[in-house]
């Protein structure tokens, strides 16, 4: 069975950041965590600590925490039949994170259910890619996917990425909730389309 093309974009997408300096990687970080400060003020915001290669820092995370009126952190789930499930939440406290499986940093108990996702005003979604109708393309387990149905319709749904990450056109699926904005290093907040468009091929944004 060969690879799929959305597999092989990821794998593209993967290397991409693997090569990125570490110096590089700090200074993007630097530049998201300034971004997302002021972000959430007041309001519930659902963020993650990024792992690998992934943009970000937990510098970002206290970023949104300084302003926030609380920030939520997501805690991965399997169903009985070992499939993945909507995500759990936990309110942050940077003494309450433990080691969970891929590699995550999570609270520790308690949690809430996956329905407090309602609460956030925003919603910061780990990405690979996004593109300008707000596809978003993730490493393709789908715990955002089934998550991300019980969000507020007002809330703001954000892809976090490198600058060359957000691109013109990605594959959509009929599943595919679709982003309202992206938060890149130095574009910062880019509102998206959110338009029906689907296409098969990618292209950089300019």
């Known amino acids: 069975m060969g690879t799929s093309p959305k597999d092989q974009l990821r794998q593209r997408l993967l290397a991409a950041r693997r090569a ?15 971004h997302a400060a002021g972000l959430a003020a007041g309001r519930t915001v659902c963020a993650y600590v990024p792992v690998g290669t992934e943009p970000g820092s937990l510098e970002l995370v206290e970023a949104l925490q300084a302003s926030a009126a609380r920030v939520l952190l997501p805690v991965v789930r399997h169903d009985d039949g070992g499939a993945p499930a909507p995500l759990y939440w936990a309110q942050y406290r940077r003494d309450g994170l433990v080691s969970a499986g891929y590699g995550l940093l999570e609270p520790a108990p308690p949690w809430l259910p996956t329905d407090a996702v309602a609460d956030a005003a925003v919603i910061l979604v780990p990405a690979l890619a996004v593109d300008r109708a707000g596809v978003r393309l993730g490493r393709g387990a789908g715990f955002y996917d089934r998550t991300l149905p019980s969000a507020a319709p007002s809330a703001l749904l954000v892809a976090v990425v490198r600058d060359d990450e957000l691109v013109e056109q990605l594959p959509a699926e009929p599943h595919d909730v679709r982003m309202t904005h992206a938060l890149t290093p130095n574009r910062g907040l880019v509102e998206l389309r959110r338009s029906g468009r689907t296409g098969p091929g990618m292209t950089h944004a300019t």
Request: net charge negative.
């Open 20 to 34: 990125v300096t570490a110096d590089v990687q700090v200074s993007e970080a630097a530049a998201l965590a300034e």
